[in-house]
């Protein structure tokens, strides 16, 4: 764990890439809180820092009976209204499940790292991985210390990655990347 706070925790883990250590990294995002504009202009209620205490509120599982000070202006002057954090919860938020991102280069693909990035990255929203050689260039790739298309997807589809990107080509194949996308996603999708 490098950070962890209540909006979200970022993670790394410790590869093989030849000789050295190479890390993946885990963005995992806690509950997202969403603020419904058409809501708040219903109940008649202005944006403004208040909704920053309001989250912050919820995030830390405040009592629903816990008061949110509202504060703002109008051409009429100030305003104020103090309104129980579950009632607001209620009307004017919508809380969704973070989004897990994760990102993996420079890793050897023998069946250890596999296996622990495998474990990493399951169930990601969005899986960033390296792919750098095409399936029939394997040798090169374990010489080389870095994963194939093929192993990248099987890797992408063994986690449940909901969404992967492929990248960190090899410039040896500049002008045929749909080749490398093309094996990456076979391997994804295959069951």
Known sequence: MLLADEQFRVRARALEHHDIVSLAFSFEE????NVWRS????RR??????LTE???????????DTPIRIRWRTREGAREEVLPLGELKRDVLELVPGQKVCYVTDVAGHERNIA??????RDADLLFIEAVFVDADAELAARNAHLTTTQAGAIARRAGAKRAEPFHFS????G?????????LRAWAST
């Open 171 to 174: 410039a040896r194949y500049r």
């Open 54 to 64: 309001l989250k912050k509120q919820v995030r830390a599982g405040a009592p629903d």
């Open 30 to 33: 806690g509950t997202h809180i």
């Open 116 to 121: 622990s990035v495998v474990e990493f990255v």
């Open 176 to 184: 045929n990347e749909e080749r490398q996308r093309a094996e990456f």
């Open 45 to 50: 209620l202005p944006s403004g820092p208040w």
């Open 39 to 42: 809501r708040l202009d219903a």
